[in-house]
Every structure is written in C-alpha cells, then in structure tokens.
C-alpha cells in the first residue's frame, strides 16, 4: 500500500493542523458519519442541501481518527476534549479532496480504465471490471460514484490493487476535464455519444466534446470507442492516423467486430477475432446493447494482455450493479425488468427492444420521464412512444409531465395501442398489482429522480 500521511494532506491542501499528529497515517476515507468506521478520516464536504463540515464532532465521536473541514471555528474547549485526535482545516475541502485523490493516483504505476458515455457506462463498467478482475486484484466504481465527489473517494480506496476501473458521468463542459485529471486513466472508453444531456450541452456534437475531455488527463492517450455510433465514428475516421484508437463493433467494419450473433432472452452468444482466432463470447444478460459492451471487455482484456480464457471467463461470470436490466421473477409469476436507474433515448430504445422480443404472454412498458433534455424533450419523448408502438408492447403506462409524450409518439404510428397516463408512481403501483399477471413481462424505466426504483421494491 502506498501511504499518506496528515503531513502529505497539509502540504497537498495547504491546511492547518488544529489538533493531532502530522505522522498519522490515513488509509481510509469517508464523507458520511451515518457510515463512519472506527479510523477513517473524515471530510467534509458542503453539498446544496446540507454542510458535512458540521458533522466533524460526530465523526470524531464515531471513532474518526482524523476530520478534514473547511468554515468551522473550534473553540479551545473543543481542541482540548479532541487532543487525541488530529483536526485538520483547509480553505475549501472539496478543492482538497481533489488534490488529495489525484496524490493518491499519482503513487500506483498500474492499469486504469476509464469509461464514459451517454449510456451503458456502468455495464461495461461492469464486464470491463470482471474480465480484468481475473488477471488484476481490481478496483472499480460502486454503483454510479461516477461525479466529482464519488471518482475521488473511489480512487482514495486503492491499496493493493494492480488495476482500476473506473466510470465518468457529466452534465455540462468541463466535468469530465475535471475527473480525468484527477484519474489520470491509462487507457479511456467512449461507449457512445447519445442524447442524454442534450439539455444542458445543446447538441449531440456538444457532447462529444465533452466526452472527449477525457483524453486531457492522459500521458498517452490509448482510446476505446464504439465505431458504430454515427459521430464517434466519423471522430476516429478524422483521427486515426494520429492518435492509437482501437474500435469495436456490429455493423461497422472494425478492429473487434461481432458475428454470427445468436440472441436469447437472457443471454447472447457471438464469435470475435482474437489473436487471428474466432472466439465464442457468451453474454449473461440478454440484448443487443450488450452484445457492445461485451466486445468492449474484450478490447480491454487484449489490451491489457489478458489470456483468451480468462476474457471469455470474466464475461460469462458477469454481475451487473443493481437496477440495470436486473431481471427476476414476481412472486404471481410475471416477470419484472427493472432498468429503472436511469433514461435516455437511447437507451429506452435498447431496452424497448429487448421488451419485444421476449417471449412473455403480454408485455408491458412502464415508462417515466427522461430529464435534462431541454427543447428536446418532446421530440425525444415522442420517439420513445414510436419505439413502443414499433415494437409492439401490449400495455403502456406513464408517470410524468413529458412522458406524456410517449404516449402521443405510440399512439401516432398506432391509434389502437393500449395506453394509460397515470397521475404519480402511487397510481402506477396500484395498476400494476391489478394488473400482472404470470407470464407477463414488465419493463420499468424512467430517470433516477422519478424514483420508479421504489415501485420495482414494491412490487
């Protein structure tokens, strides 16, 4: 393990030591007192909402060996009954906690794998994390800790492991400049450039610029893209002659392309070039969107000089993070796909589809809304409905302003289709428990602060 010490924060954060030992070693960090272990150091971080810096003396009563805040005045009582503790203060924690985790970064010399995307960033996280997981001790990104506060704490986690994975989420220019930097990733993951967003950005060529400030924090950039979108696509047509991008794909010609795909319900099966050999991946999880990012691990896993075994090892043994695609079966025998973490066009496009082809009795969409789509929000709410109707689901329920544009989009391209627009998640829930029966197939989706997640607990 590569240490750092109070001494390396005061210096990283130019911070004052309050209390405490500059010799103190701190190897696990925290922001959260509800979870605080007996050891941790603390930081504090001053969110919209609520100010973690007020917390320092329940963390310290909670075991914290070590507080880190900012706009805190401790009054002499206070550093006496915490003199066995070490209370550091610095200007601005977060700014810290930045310079602290790229510090951190900076002492390993292994693999890190970076990913983002408009969609399907935390799956191929996934599948990327258990192919290198069977060479490499590995650490990666819990749950969707892909923001400004998660990627750093994730980073402050590394002790002996040999490689890290590691995803980067955006909603504006610069976020992703920020992430990187701190990461310092040796090899990046572009998965695709969609909509989601597009509110904020204004335009899918906008968000492929943000996308791409991901190259900023690499020495030597070494990029994985999906040559099937039409603008990552053109991007490595205009750079491939300078810059090593290695390509994976279906339809478009190239480095790892999938054949002879088979796909079922719960899995898919393909044939890939390795080593001038055809290789037979199998995906345990159904859907075309899959297919992508299992071809993605396995550009990885050849760049990282992972034997063709242990590729095809770590893919079959995938465990995807909670709420996508998770597919089990309800206690009145209907089935229940719950992809309810988060929405975007696109990715209610691929998970629409694989609703329809499934071999379920009857199926059914419950759909909410997609945020920050801006001026494009009917537009991309509507094409979900025409997705729908394409793909011919036999009941769509709604929650949600715009979602009631799905339910125009489906209802233009089929009149008869089989809609409700219910008032809020109650109502929807309350339909649903009338309404599934065994061998029906449910798909929940809609963005996260819908909390459509909460229905699939219900249910």
Known sequence: MKEIKVKDILKLTNGNLITGNEELLCENFSKDTRTIQKGDVYIGIKGAKFDGNQFWKEALDKGASCVIIQDVDISSEKKEKYSNKTIVKVENT???????AQYKRSLYNIPVIAITGSVGKTSTKDLISSVVQTQYKTLKTEGNYNNNIGLPFTILKLKDHEAM??????????????????AQPTISVITNIGTSHIGNLGSRENILKAKLEILEGMKEPKII????NDLLHKWYEENKNHLEIHTYGIENNSEFLAKDIMSQEDSSIFKVNINKENVEIKVPVGGKHFVYNALCAVVVGKLLGIDTKKIQKGISELELTKKRMEIRQLENGAILINDSYNASFESMKSSIEYLGNH???RKIAALGDMFELGEYSEELHKKVGREVAKNNIDLLLCVGNDARYIIEGAKEMNKNINTQLLENNEKLLEKLRIELKKGDVLLVKASNATKFYEICQKL
């Open 94 to 100: 977060l700014e810290g906690l930045y310079k602290i």
């Open 165 to 182: 994975v590691i995803e980067m989420g955006m909603n504006h220019f610069g976020e992703i400049s920020l992430l990187t930097n701190i």
């Open 225 to 228: 893209m999906n040559n099937d």
């Open 359 to 361: 071999t379920g009795k």
